[in-house]
């Protein structure tokens, strides 16, 4: 089949033309007509199969007819990665080169008034990251209920990189009346289901098993003790006939060790991952497309999106934490029919990273030998299965080896006993010496009972008043409450803390005999 039979315009097939391609891909041979038909589409597919061309081809003949307004995109294509954003607006200005559409690219690390002049003169095709677009959107530079058409790309690696939030929120601000296609090339169950409430009646395309890897990828793997990782990559490089190449990294502190350590021993390498600015990023992947740069030790922020046609080999220093990552970092090579290499390099101890590897591409990877290096095995120990590097703490428990219980402290001995204790506790209790108590009982004398007898109501004091001269106050106490006073006892010795007088002091009522000048004016 041909590009002519899949109903694209004569612009769009004369920009095909002009790139050298004459045959679509198995997924572009099925979603090209269905989308120009204004399906949606759920895409599974492999990496480096032309997931890209198969939505923006239909694009650029659906938006050919219409006119964009300021700050309201017609169509909307999300990204995870500002890479792989930048590699889906360069496939519209050269297939889009005999149309005027417009396009803008809002992704971070660029500034934010060259995307507001873009938005404002009025975009068809706008490219964004989850987050560079909700920034605008809060900003109010953008409006997203006028988009048509929207495309959501990498939808598992969107998954891997926490972005389901914020692609939720977006779709929740676009108009129902919409035209969707999701494309992932992995079908988890998370992405199952949020495809099942993004899609309206969708047509299913997939062309590839999920998560399986191409079959003109040579692979192989190589089980090196940790600290002899940089040298088992050394001998590999140099034992290969390398064209270009990628060394992926787990994490992006060892992508500029590993730079460094190559350019150390003479090789043309250069880095890439993301706390590298944008134009550097740019900048550096420009130089190893054009040839500039051989090497690239990279993160997975460039294991999507990168679309170079004759890449040879990829390398992976580090064994990748989720199977999945495995597929798209080798798929970066063996791409347009072409054969690739992909070396793989396990610690002993990394046994159940690769083991989930091989049970998600349902195939074992090949073993391979460095040169001049022994070869070594998994450790037996690091339990099958494990998800993770075999470091810390074990898995059978709080110590030791799985199913084995920590050794109990000793228990601490006591002193023995003196021997004459020891003789008198064997004898019989009735020759055993009498103890005397070791405290003498206090006699006790009976209480006796007396019958209660009622007295009066008012007794008299228990204490006889103390016969002290009271502070005279102009007004002078109720006659019962002087008298309820001078029957009640003193039912406390010490001072309240809150008394400000002593309690052998009489307390002054009222005003004492100091009156303030103010009340003792003369009335009339």
């Keep these: 089949m041909s590009f002519e039979s899949l109903g694209l315009s004569a612009p769009v097939l004369q920009a095909v033309s002009e790139k050298g391609y004459t045959q679509p891909t198995p997924i572009q041979e099925k979603a090209i007509p269905i989308v120009l038909m204004g399906r949606d589409i759920l895409g599974c597919a492999q990496t480096g199969t032309g997931k890209t061309a198969s939505f923006v081809l239909p694009m650029i003949d659906i938006l050919a007819e219409g006119r964009a307004k300021a700050r309201m995109p017609r169509s909307l294509i999300l990204e995870p990665t500002r890479e792989l954003a930048a590699q889906v607006a360069e496939n519209f200005e050269i297939y889009g080169k005999n149309h005027k559409l417009n396009m803008a690219l809002l992704i971070g690390g660029v500034s934010f008034e060259d995307q507001e002049r873009a938005l404002e003169r009025g975009v ?23 988009v048509k058409v929207l495309v959501i790309d990498e939808a598992d690696r969107m998954l891997d990189m926490g972005f389901i939030p914020d692609v ?11 035209q969707t296609l999701f494309f992932s ?21 997939t062309v590839s098993a999920p998560a399986s890897t191409g079959k003109n990828i040579v692979q192989g793997l190589a089980v090196v003790p940790e600290e002899d990782k940089r040298e088992a990559l050394r001998r590999l490089i140099k034992d290969q006939d390398i064209k270009n190449a990628i060394v992926f990294c787990n994490r992006k502190r060892d992508v500029a060790i590993l730079q460094g350590s190559l ?55 580090d064994v990748p934490f989720s199977p999945e990552d495995y597929v798209h970092r080798i798929g970066r090579t063996g791409r347009a029919g072409r054969t690739g290499h992909s070396f793989t390099l396990a610690s002993p101890d ?63 001995e006591r002193e023995p006993k003196p021997e004459a204790e020891v003789q008198a506790e064997r004898a019989p209790r009735a020759e055993r010496p009498h103890r005397e108590p070791r405290r003498e009982a206090r006699p006790q004398e009976p209480r006796q009972h007396e019958p209660r007898q009622h007295e009066p109501r008012h007794r008299e004091p228990r204490h006889e008043a103390r016969d002290e001269p009271r502070h005279e106050s102009r007004h002078e106490p109720r006659a019962e409450g002087r008298a309820h006073r001078e029957r009640r006892p003193e039912r406390r010795e010490r001072p309240s803390r809150h008394d400000r007088h002593d309690r052998d002091e009489a307390v002054p009522m009222g005003l004492g005999d100091h009156v303030p000048a103010f009340l003792a004016r003369p009335t009339r």
């Design 124 to 146: 068809d095709v706008l490219i964004a990251t989850p987050g560079r677009l909700l920034d605008h959107f809060e900003r109010g530079k953008v409006l997203l209920n006028d």
């Design 350 to 412: 990394e046994g159940g990273l690769v083991e989930a590897i091989e049970k998600l591409i349902g195939s074992d990877i090949p073993r391979v030998e460095v040169p001049g290096m022994d070869a070594v095995a998994f450790d037996p120990s690091e339990g099958r299965g494990r998800r993770g590097r075999g470091r810390g703490r074990p898995a059978g428990g709080r110590g030791g080896r799985s199913g084995e219980r920590a050794p109990r402290a000793p228990r601490r």
């Design 185 to 205: 090339a992995t079908m988890p169950p998370e992405i199952k289901r949020l495809a099942d409430r993004f899609l309206s009646n969708p047509k299913e395309v």
């Design 263 to 317: 350019k150390k021993h003479g090789f043309n390498a250069g880095a890439l991952h993301g706390d590298m600015s944008q134009p550097a990023r740019m900048e550096t992947l420009e130089k190893f497309k054009q040839g500039e740069i051989q090497i690239l030790v990279a993160s997975d922020v460039a294991a999507r999106g990168l679309d170079i046609t004759d890449m040879s080999h990829v390398f992976n220093f």
């Design 168 to 178: 939720e929120r977006i779709v929740g601000l676009l108009s129902p009346m919409r």
